[in-house]
């Protein structure tokens, strides 16, 4: 698994000492058992774009907080311009001229955006004197940045693309030299991630390092000079960005030939047993968050849903399994329809015989603080099975869920163990097996392998197809192309709320599949918005 | 007239009474913008009274008694903040702790060192914060309306009345206007952005929590040696929470609060007023509705049925970095 | 099942017996040094404590008698706990629950006890269950917090009673607001007179049948909280709202639940003190056992079998404070009240403290079930 493939330096080596403005060097950083740095080393050269690669997990973030003073490595220098520098805090940092765009906009939202760029910078112990000072100056970094700002709007009320400028608008204030940014475009509208390209080539263009954390490979090779990759918590490769691809990009993240394939037999799909028409859903701002959808999923197959995350995926999974009401269109499951404002919940989901192995596991799908015997019964603790009259039979449940973790591999099997104390593949594979166990008609699934070691996924994939061919309805949500593309026998996309496409397994590509994520009809090329791996 | 002079006393008590609960409100006001949840404000001010009256009966001096009761109080804030900042404790437990030890301490240490029943002995006038005649009160007393509303209602409080009311507006332009308010009410909303700009999160929440120690310091000192004189078990009777309660009333802001101190000091005058009086129409008034009136007003509010009170949104919870 | 396991997976006797006494000991330390600050001597004072909480049959009973009450208010706390919720509300549901106790005994006329007992534990347990299930309601689905909201009604419920005694339930022709006395048959039987008609002799005290009430309802909120379905459910809402919903829960009937039930236990207070002793109705009765109610619980760390001697442990403080003032008059048995604050801030506000360094203890001879397992 660790066979590094490390490329030559993407640069020629320093002409003097002040040629990087930032120098990871030997970084290492543990938490507990968690080796999340292995001896990095990353050097960023001024006035440029550096991307920094890697799956979920592969310490991307940890390295870039350790750079910003949030945690303290292990061992490892860090020199900035040259010079070897100890970062206690995010004081440090920022005096050291590095500014940070977290994933989580850090943010005051019932402040302005004026009071939110003074803090931490007011210059004196009154503000009157500050709000003057700083509205000339960030007037004059709007400008040289182009970073448009209502300045006395309440952060509250501005959305996502502009309250990210505010952020990146807040590091320049601060002084940033190096800015990083932490996943972006994960929150962006096409035409966002676009606005923010530009910005970040107005600052390349004026000398400040950017570095850009993200894992869609797109976004690095439209926009970057150097990358870096991470695994596991260790450089593995570098490339100058022009003298790479995206499939060297991706072997190179995952350590392996990206090949997902699973082996299955053709279809054979029988009745719809799920279908959605023209379902809207409405949050709590008043945005429409699902739009129109509508789909089918038959028994026998396995449907996947592709798209950015934040495009509607997430709403369609909680409507069909009763997490969300929906505004208006219709709900048919297993030929009943359920109209909106009804009673479908998860209870009554689950009652239908639909079983929901949902995004967040940790949020949902199980209580960490739990046995894993209890977690095991999470939703099904109504089951006439587990219970004597009133009471709920222990032993019945401990010997139920021992059986489980047998039958689904997971380790350790200990059903008294607190449910946080396995490792995520195994948190995961107890959660499909809860919700397989019931033999359920439709089975809903979100990131199923997100956090998962290679192992598990293979397992659980091996599961899911086997569901399928005991002709069961599988809806599969997932961010991992790989994982869409290698599971599903007909492919959804979503983009802004909407289903924008269908392709069935033989038509479907990456790129075919991607242009439609990033919301371009298929002809137009050139667009960087949209994930692709 | 006589009903003019009624309205005036009214008044007149109405802000004596308003005066510790102002104190104690604006107290909550730095702990609660700061993220930090205050349900010991009662406890503090009863320390506080306590060793005001204590120390002003020792050295007969009430400013002793004043810097005693601030030192007290500040003790017990600066428990608050270990449990709740550096332990990351829950916040309202450790409220309610300190309440309970205070009612314990002040009773068992008033009877062991005075042997009265919990009480400390009365304190001579110089012992205590006297009343302020404000400059040209007695010529203007005669002066019809406008003289006496000046005599009667103005003047003649004791100092720490005035600094009360003039913490209001003190505060506001402290929260408001000057650096460490901005980050006040930062640390209050997202410590996290509180956290990423550089500043220290606890060391912001200690100073918020240290200026409530001070606050809730007068405020108890002004129950013992201003309106009272000596200290009696449990003399907060309540006052503590009924503070609180203004505060959410007044929407976590320093003017509303300061109108709903005084709403609820009116709704006290006025009780004790109404006492066995028979209104006609309605009979004997329940003075216990009025008594109530502050805490189901405070419940209407936080249910949404009488406007809305939103907290400042980290209030409550420990910061913890992320990872 | 899970009640000893912590976050981080401490043997069941570390945190379920070693925390607790450690807080004890410290509390006594600092209540020893409150004495010393007096002049007096603690060891001796403690001695006392001790001699007049189990020395004589009074002693014990009126130990008992105060564990009662204490133990009803403690598994109120605890059920709401085990909700994730915090229920200071116990004092007031307390005082309601005696009001709901006292007007079904006023009612009944002259039936004897036994029958009278299932009414007043009804009437006692619906009336606290009201006033627990108003806040646990305006949190569900006003967005109130419970903790403010308990605050308040527990001032609501102290206005609310006296005017009730002052101007409805008041003895005709009496000055103190105190109602007609109950007909002697219903009263609870004594513990002492149990005991003298199998041939034990105990000096008079207040201990009462409700002791066997309350240890009977520790039986049943333990079997309720861990082995019912709407146990599970309560925890599971405490634990992780969001796992809830997922699992088909609703967590706001749970909260308006959990709150009722919380209350309704709290009100069983009355049946101890206005049914078991006072027999008429009176003011202030709960006299503070809502808020030791905490203490226990916490102490107890919310389970049934850890709130029966931690609260005996407190009745033996309040019995022993009573008799501590004639040997010692300069130490007052608000001593106790100190006690309970700090058991609190230790149990409760500081227990992050503590815990960090007995895992450190224990992680130093590692199981092989303190690591994660798997890859």
């Not at chain 1, 659980?460 to 790989?482: C, F, N, P, T, Y």
């Amino acid at each position: 698994m660790h066979a590094v493939t490390v490329t030559p330096a993407p640069h020629s080596p320093p002409k003097s000492a002040h040629q990087w403005a930032v120098e990871l060097v030997g970084i290492d950083k543990r938490f507990g058992p968690v080796h999340a740095n292995k001896d990095v080393t990353l050097r960023f050269a001024p006035a440029s774009i550096h991307g920094l690669v890697g799956e979920n997990g592969a310490g991307k973030s940890t390295l870039m907080s350790i750079l910003y003073g949030f945690y303290h490595a292990d061992s490892g220098q860090i020199l900035v311009r040259g010079r070897e520098v100890e970062i206690k805090g995010s004081q440090d940092a920022i005096g050291l001229g590095i500014g940070m765009v977290h994933q989580h906009f850090m943010l005051v939202e019932t402040f302005t955006v004026l009071e939110n760029l003074l803090l931490g910078h007011e210059g004196g112990p009154l503000l009157a004197p500050a709000v003057a000072r700083a509205r000339r100056e960030v007037e004059e970094l709007e400008r040289t940045f182009g970073l448009e700002v209502p300045l006395d709007a309440l952060v509250a009320d501005l959305p996502v693309g502009v309250q990210q400028r505010v952020e990146i608008l807040k590091a320049l204030y601060r002084g940033a030299d190096v800015l990083i940014l932490d996943e972006p475009t994960a929150v962006l509208s096409p035409p966002e991630v676009e606005q923010l390209f530009r910005i970040l080539e107005r600052l390349r263009a004026e000398g400040r390092t950017v570095v850009l954390i993200t894992h869609k490979l797109k976004e690095i090779m439209a926009i970057t000079d150097h990358v870096s990759v991470l695994r596991r918590g260790a450089v593995v490769a570098e490339f100058a960005t022009a003298a790479t691809s995206r499939q060297e990009l991706a072997d190179a993240m995952v350590g392996r030939k990206a090949n997902l394939d699973v082996e299955k037999a053709p279809p054979q799909p029988g009745p719809v047993l799920l279908a959605a028409d023209g379902v809207n859903v409405v949050d709590a701002r008043g945005v429409t968050t699902l739009k129109n959808a509508c789909l089918t999923v038959r028994a026998g197959e396995i449907v996947g849903v592709a798209g950015v995350a934040g495009n509607g995926q997430s709403e369609l999974l909680e409507v069909l399994s009763g997490m969300r009401p929906f505004a208006s269109g219709r709900v048919t499951i297993k030929g009943t329809a359920l109209e909106p404002g009804g009673t479908y919940d998860p209870a009554d989901a689950r009652r239908r015989g639909v079983a929901h192995v949902p995004e967040d596991r940790l949020k949902l799908a199980v209580v960490k603080e739990f046995p894993a015997a209890q977690s095991a019964i999470l939703g099904y603790h109504e089951e006439k099975g587990l219970a004597r009259k009133w009471r709920l039979d222990w032993k019945r449940v401990t010997a139920k869920t021992a059986e489980l973790m047998e039958r689904f591999d997971v380790r350790p099997r200990d059903p008294a163990l607190r449910t946080s104390l396995f490792s995520g593949g195994n948190q995961q594979k107890l959660v499909m097996a809860r919700e397989m166990e019931r033999d359920p008609d439709i089975l809903l699934v979100g990131q199923p392998t997100r956090g998962v070691d290679i192992g598990a996924i293979a397992f659980i994939h091996k599961q899911l197809v086997a569901l399928r061919d005991r002709g069961k309805a599988i809806l599969l949500v997932s961010a991992e192309l790989d994982e869409i593309m290698a599971l599903s026998d007909r492919i959804l996309v979503m983009c802004d709320g909407e289903i924008v496409g269908e392709l069935s397994a033989a038509e479907a590509t990456e790129g075919r599949i991607g242009s439609m994520m990033a919301g371009v009809a298929e002809t137009a090329t050139g667009s960087v918005s949209g994930e692709e791996q | 007239m006589e009903s003019y002079f009624w309205l005036l006393s009214l008044l007149d008590s109405t802000l004596r009474l308003a005066a510790p609960l102002l104190l104690a409100a604006l107290a909550g006001f730095y702990s609660e913008r700061a993220g930090v949840v205050d349900i010991g404000l009662e406890g503090k001010m009863l320390m506080a009274a306590f060793a005001a009256a204590t120390t002003a009966a020792f050295t007969g001096s009430a400013l002793a008694g004043l810097l005693a009761a601030i030192g007290a109080s500040l003790a017990m804030a600066l428990l608050h903040g270990f449990a709740c900042i550096t332990h990351r404790g829950n916040q309202v437990v450790s409220g309610v702790a300190l309440n309970i030890v205070a009612m314990g301490l002040t009773a068992v240490l008033g009877n062991a060192w005075f042997e009265m029943g919990g009480r400390t002995p009365n304190l001579p006038a110089a012992a205590r914060f006297g009343e302020v005649t404000l400059p040209l009160a007695e010529t203007l007393r005669n002066v019809p309306v406008l003289g006496s509303l000046y005599y009667e209602l103005i003047s003649g409080h004791n100092v720490l009345v005035y600094l009360a009311l003039v913490l209001v507006p003190v505060t506001g332009w402290i929260a408001y206007r000057t650096r460490f308010g901005l980050r006040l009410r930062a640390v209050g909303e997202n410590p996290a952005a509180v956290d990423t700009a550089g500043i220290s999160v606890p060391a912001l929440r200690y100073q918020a929590v240290l200026i409530a120690g001070l606050l809730c310091g007068i405020a108890g000192a002004y129950l013992s040696t201003a309106q009272g004189a000596g200290f009696q078990n449990n003399m907060t009777a309540g006052k503590g929470y009924l503070a609180l309660a203004a505060l959410i009333l007044g929407k976590w802001k320093p003017v509303p609060t300061l109108a709903a101190c005084l709403l609820f000091a009116a709704a006290d005058a006025l009780q004790t007023r109404l006492q066995g009086v028979v209104m006609p129409g309605i009979g004997e008034v329940p003075v216990q509705l009025i008594e109530a009136l502050p805490y189901l007003l405070t419940v209407l509010l936080l249910a949404g049925f009488v406007g809305k009170a939103i907290p400042p949104k980290a209030s409550g919870r420990p910061y913890v970095k992320e990872r | 099942m899970s009640a000893g396991t912590g976050p981080d997976n401490l043997p069941w006797w570390a945190t379920g017996v070693l925390l607790p006494v450690i807080n004890v000991v410290l509390a006594l330390v600092v209540s020893a040094l409150v004495i010393l600050a007096i002049g007096e001597d603690p060891l001796g004072a403690m001695w006392t404590m001790v001699q007049g909480a189990l020395g004589t049959s009074e002693g014990l009973g009126y130990t008992l008698y105060y564990a009662t009450s204490l133990i009803f208010t403690a598994l109120a706390v605890a059920v709401a706990f085990h909700g994730g919720l915090f229920n200071i509300g116990g004092e007031g549901q307390a005082y309601l629950g005696g009001l709901g106790v006292g007007l079904v005994c006023l009612a009944v006329g002259d039936m004897p006890w036994y029958l009278v007992l299932p009414l007043s534990v009804l009437g006692g347990a619906a009336f606290g269950a009201m006033w627990g299930a108003i806040p646990g309601y305006l949190q569900a689905y006003r967005g109130s917090h419970v903790v403010i909201t308990t605050i308040m009604f527990n001032f609501i419920a102290s206005s609310l009673m006296v005017y009730l005694m002052v101007n409805v339930l008041i003895r005709p022709g009496q000055m103190s607001p105190e109602s007609e006395q109950f007909a002697p048959a219903t009263f609870l039987p004594l513990v002492q007179d149990m005991a003298a008609a199998v041939g034990i002799q105990m000096n008079p005290s207040p201990l009462n049948f409700s002791l066997f009430l309350a240890l009977a309802t520790c039986v049943l909120v333990w079997a309720f909280i861990w082995h019912t379905r709407w146990g599970f459910a309560l925890r599971t809402v405490g634990a992780n709202e969001n796992a809830a919903r997922y699992a088909g829960i609703d967590p706001k009937k749970v909260i308006i639940l959990a709150m009722a039930l919380s209350g309704a236990l709290a009100g069983l207070l009355g049946v101890n003190e206005i049914h078991g002793v006072q027999h008429r109705l009176l003011l202030n009765f709960p006299a503070g056992m809502g808020f030791t109610g905490i203490a226990v619980a916490l102490m107890g760390r919310n389970h049934p079998a850890g709130i029966v001697p931690a609260a005996i442990l407190f009745g033996m403080l309040y019995q022993g404070g009573t008799e501590l003032i004639f040997d010692y008059p300069s130490i007052s048995r608000e001593l106790v009240v100190v006690i309970q604050g700090v058991v609190i801030l230790f149990a409760g506000a500081l227990e992050h403290m503590f815990r960090p360094a007995l895992v450190r203890f224990f992680a130093t001879k590692p199981t092989a079930t303190t690591k994660p397992a798997g890859a």
